[in-house]
């Protein structure tokens, strides 16, 4: 573990410049950690001798996402907010952003800060990878919680639909992953682009104040930061490959739960994820969008206790 205000490169750009939000949650500190030759940030606090909670956020937030759930669910759990590759305030190496790659360094992440198994809830993009991550290595998960997110080969819909009042959610997936022209016309416009995403998937416009826009869009903004956000629509292609042939072998028997929001992107996520998982349940936020913690983290952070409170003797 390294000294959070001097982080050492090992692979990547480890972002260095990026201011880190003050204050963060109280009781929490930053690691960051050698995730398999990754450097990766983390954020950890509340009870080390209780069950371990694993938080993953989505495009284009970072481990901030969970700042308001975090407080709620330290007082029962240990509880540790990753940034992704790519994110945050995490390295931005040149390597594959498939989502089985991205896991193997999350969950490098977790075992370096001593965590032998633990419980893992993730947010869009954060989904994929978390669904990879039980994929690979469920012996290592007590259960899987996965918000408002279509998973690569098990959920995404090959086709984005052309009516206008649903093509506005999952447009940018084409987007993303026609070659150079993102990059031409987001790169200097990066806080328009995430204020965008922020606004247009909320319930609420005034979900996310001006700090938190500024926070969100400087870590796509910073150096590696666009490139890496693409990435991973750009590799889902392999992460549905790669999920296919885990599948293949067996399904998930680990506790699972999908949480959707009145306003989401997907209506029942219980219902779209029983076909590959023994244990699934589902719940629904309601008076929420697609940013299910920012909207409503009380709720999520009762939903996230409830899961786990009722699989303790798994």
């Known amino acids: 573990m390294s000294d959070p205000a001097h982080p050492s490169p090992i692979s990547g750009n480890p972002v260095r410049d990026l201011p880190l939000p003050a204050p963060e949650p109280a009781g929490f500190t930053h690691h960051w950690v050698d995730a398999d030759g990754v450097r990766l940030h983390a954020v950890e606090g509340g009870r080390p ?22 407080p709620a669910l330290a007082d029962q759990f240990h509880v540790i907010a990753v940034d992704l590759p790519g994110q945050g305030h995490s390295a931005r190496p040149d390597i594959s952003y498939d989502t089985h790659t991205a896991a193997a360094h999350v969950h490098a992440a977790v075992t370096a800060l001593g965590v032998p198994k633990y419980w893992l809830a993730a ?15 469920p012996s290592r998960l007590h259960g899987l919680a996965l918000l408002d997110a279509g998973i690569p080969g098990i959920t995404l819909p090959d086709a984005i639909p052309t009516d206008p009042e649903q093509a506005w959610k999952t447009w940018h997936f084409a987007f993303h992953l026609v070659p150079d022209l993102p990059e031409t016309l ?29 926070q969100y869009a400087a870590s796509v903004a910073a150096p590696g930061g666009l ?39 997907v209506p029942d996520m219980g219902a779209s994820l029983r076909p590959w998982a023994e244990h699934a349940t589902g719940t629904v936020v309601p008076d929420a969008g697609h940013f299910i913690p920012d909207e409503q983290p009380d709720a999520v952070a009762a939903a996230l206790t409830a899961f786990i409170t009722g699989h303790d003797d798994d």
């Open 49 to 70: 001798d209780r069950p371990a909670v694993v938080l993953l956020a989505g495009f284009p937030q970072t481990w901030w996402a969970w700042r308001k759930v975090m």
């Open 123 to 137: 947010h869009d993009i954060g989904a994929w990878v978390a669904f990879s991550l039980a994929l690979k290595y």
């Open 186 to 214: 987001l790169t200097g416009r990066e806080r328009e682009y995430v204020d965008w995403f922020l606004k247009a998937k909320s319930l609420s416009p005034g979900t996310f104040d001006d700090a938190e826009l500024e």
């Open 227 to 265: 490139r890496a956000s693409l990435a991973y629509y750009r590799d889902a292609a392999k992460s549905a490959r790669l999920n296919h042939e885990a599948l293949a072998q067996q399904r998930l028997d680990i506790p699972v739960l999908g949480i959707s929001s009145s306003h989401g992107s």
